[in-house]
């Protein structure tokens, strides 16, 4: 092969691996930003559960009155 093509095929490699980098670089990112918000979504859970158990608990043992149209 010739040495000119040579030059073309690593330049080509060169352009692919450039724009994998680069896909790589934005798939992390996107990994990150949902990461951050599947922590947020688990922390409010966490909170809500807290504040359900709590007002179970506040509610006590009392049964629940029956609904008004019995």
Known sequence: MPDSDHAMRIAELELRIAEQDKVIADLNEMVVAQWRKIDALER????????????????????????PHY
């Open 44 to 67: 409010r859970l966490g909170e809500l559960r807290e504040e359900f158990e709590a007002a179970a608990q506040a509610r006590g043992e009392a049964p629940e009155p029956p609904p």
